[in-house]
């Protein structure tokens, strides 16, 4: 069975300060990785996901996630956040063979604030 | 394109009534979820739809829950005799499977509130 655990709640952040989002996982099998974003009142949206191939991943708005599997961790990290990046953040993971259920962590909201 | 849809957006019962909320994937995706999302649990896996296999109901919390999926596209989620607890949103996803893609793309959910 697989688990996420995001620590932080709530991340209060000043616009342009720099913010990084935590995300462990636990998995006994090799398993993918994914950030989604939600913005209030709207669906969740795919900001970003680790599949294979190079630990460093990014998304088109800046933010970025590297997958650490000694540390079994894939933090999401942004040098300089937006008003506009106020929203909740999920980390999830599937194993990566067979039936694909996300399991989820419980989230991190962003606060940004001018 | 046009991404996944689900009705009604909002949904509002009274505690014993049955409820059908509806979710079409996107055109083409052979996968098909339903997540639950509630305050006390977060996001939880209901059950999966896979082409012509039978569904995996693993996820859902009661007998009382069922659901369908109509010529592989379509699916309905069936709350029978809902529950205050059965308060929630709940989010329909489709994927493309056997592709590397690995990617579930998330509906705008279903708002149901039991009274």
């Known amino acids: 069975a697989q688990s996420v655990t995001q620590l932080d709640s709530q991340v209060p952040v000043f616009e342009e300060a720099p913010v990084e989002l935590r995300c462990n996982y636990s998995s006994s099998v090799s398993v993918y990785l994914f950030w989604y974003v939600q913005y209030p009142n709207q669906g969740l949206q795919l900001l970003l996901k680790?599949?294979?191939?190079?630990?460093l991943v990014k998304s088109i708005n800046g933010f970025e996630a590297e997958f650490n599997k000694s540390q079994t961790s894939f933090h999401l990290r942004k040098p300089s956040v937006h008003i506009s990046d106020t929203a909740e953040y999920f980390c999830?993971?599937?194993?990566?063979?067979?039936?694909?259920?996300?399991?989820f962590g419980t989230g991190t909201r962003l606060l940004v604030s001018p | 394109g046009a991404g996944v849809s689900q009705s009604p957006s909002n949904k509002v019962t009274e505690k014993g009534k049955d409820v059908e909320l509806r979710c079409d994937p996107i055109s083409g995706h052979t996968a098909l979820y339903w997540y639950r999302q509630s305050l006390g649990q977060g996001l939880e896996f209901l059950i999966y739809?896979?082409?012509?296999?039978?569904?995996?109901k693993s996820g859902l919390p009661s007998d009382r829950f069922s659901a369908e999926r109509t010529g592989g596209s379509v699916s309905t989620l069936t709350i029978q005799r809902t529950q205050q607890e059965d308060s929630a949103v709940y989010l329909c996803?489709?994927?493309?499977?056997?592709?590397?893609?690995?990617?579930?793309?998330f509906g705008p959910g279903t708002r149901l509130l039991v009274l």
């Open positions: 999830a993971v599937t194993h990566n063979t067979g039936f694909q259920k996300l399991v």
């Open positions: 680790y599949l294979s191939g190079s630990t």
């Open positions: 739809f896979q082409g012509n296999s039978a569904p995996d």
């Open positions: 996803a489709s994927s493309l499977e056997g592709t590397a893609e690995r990617t579930q793309y």
